[in-house]
Nanobody, 121 residues
Framework: VQLQASGGGTVQPGGSLRLSCAAS????????MAWFRQAPGKEREHVAR????????DYADSVKGRFTISRDDAKDTVYLDMSNLRPEDTAVYYC???????????????WGKGTLVTVSS
C-alpha cells in the first residue's frame, strides 16, 4: 500500500496550490479519502474528506470556501485545491484512506508521508 502526496511548496499569501495523492496497493474506489495537516508544535488536524463515491465532502471550518477536495478513481488519485492561502495554512499535508467516513485520524487505515506547504511573503 502506498499513498504518494505531491504538490507542496512555498507560496505567497493569497496564492494557490494543488496537492495530489496517488494511491496504489489497495482498492481505492472502496475507500473514503481525506487530507490532514500538521503544523510545527501542533496536533494533526482534519482538513477535508470525501466519500468513496465522491458524493459527500466535508471541510474544516478554517478552510471552507478556500479548499476543495476531489477524487479521480480512474487515476486512483485524490486532490486538494487550495486557494487564498494564509500563513496559518503552513503545515505538512497528509493524505489518508479509510473504510468509512469520519474526521478522527486514529480511524484511518493508510497514510502517506506528507508534503510541506509554506505560505510566506
Amino acid at each position: 500500500v502506498q499513498l504518494q502526496a505531491s504538490g507542496g511548496g512555498t507560496v505567497q499569501p493569497g496564492g494557490s496550490l494543488r496537492l495530489s495523492c496517488a494511491a496504489s496497493g489497495f482498492a481505492f474506489n472502496s475507500y473514503g479519502m481525506a487530507w490532514f495537516r500538521q503544523a510545527p508544535g501542533k496536533e494533526r488536524e482534519h482538513v477535508a474528506r470525501i466519500t468513496m463515491s465522491g458524493g459527500s465532502r466535508d471541510y474544516a471550518d478554517s478552510v471552507k470556501g478556500r479548499f476543495t477536495i476531489s477524487r479521480d478513481d480512474a487515476k486512483d488519485t485524490v486532490y486538494l485545491d487550495m486557494s487564498n492561502l494564509r500563513p496559518e495554512d503552513t503545515a505538512v499535508y497528509y493524505c489518508a484512506a479509510i473504510r468509512g467516513y469520519q474526521s478522527n485520524p486514529r480511524a484511518y487505515d493508510y497514510w502517506g508521508k506528507g508534503t510541506l506547504v509554506t505560505v510566506s511573503s
